[in-house]
Every structure is written in C-alpha cells, then in structure tokens.
Nanobody, 115 residues
Framework: QVQLVESGGGLVQAGGSLRLSCAAS????????MGWYRQAPGNQRELVAT???????NYADSVKGRFTISRDNAKNTVYLQMNSLKPEDTAVYSC?????????WGQGTQVTVSS
C-alpha cells in the first residue's frame, strides 16, 4: 500500500506563490499517474493537475499557466508549484496516485488565499 503525505499548504495573499509536496512511502517510478485534486467547502473535488510516469502533464483550465506539476522519482515526491494565486484557489489540496495495485490518496493540505 502506498502512503502519501502532503505538505506546503498555508495562508498566502492573492498573487503569491506556494509549492506543495507529496511524498510517497515507496518508489513512485512504477506509479502510472500522480496528481493533485482540490476541494473547496460546498464544492465537489476537482482535478487540478496530473503527471504520468513518462512526464506528460494535464491541467485544469482554471490553473493553466499558473500551476506546474512535476515529479522527482529519486525522491519519491510530486510537487505542485502554484503561482499567481487567487482567492478562488482556496481549498484542501490532496495528492493522488494511480498504481497497478490500486488508487491512493493523501490526507490533504489546506491552501488559503486571502484577497
């Protein structure tokens, strides 16, 4: 079973930046897709960005050009660099891993963007 631990959330002013990290308990080299999702109060969880084992990325339209997902297989870690943050980016951000043996989620980290 893969355990995922997110970090890097916090409070930031609009226009600021944060970098989220998702550390996996084992090698992510064999994990097909890793991604970040977010859920704001009263809203459904939505996809933010994904990255495949080969490095192909996909982003929600709302974050294109502002967020960048990356992975460091040597450190078993996936990152989400968030720039030009907006109040509407406020949510709990969760890391996701889709492996051959199953799908896993982290506990989430709160991101709050003040106006």
């Amino acid at each position: 079973q893969v355990q995922l631990v997110e970090s890097g959330g916090g409070l930031v002013q609009a226009g600021g930046s944060l970098r989220l990290s998702c550390a996996a308990s084992e090698s992510i080299f064999s994990i097909n897709i890793m991604g970040w999702y977010r859920q704001a109060p009263g809203n459904q969880r939505e996809l933010v960005a994904t990255i495949t084992r080969g490095g192909n990325t996909n982003y929600a339209d709302s974050v294109k050009g502002r967020f960048t997902i990356s992975r460091d297989n040597a450190k078993n870690t996936v990152y989400l660099q968030m720039n030009s943050l907006k109040p509407e980016d406020t949510a709990v951000y969760s890391c996701n891993a889709i492996a051959v043996i199953g799908t896993y989620w982290g506990q989430g980290t709160q991101v709050t963007v003040s106006s």
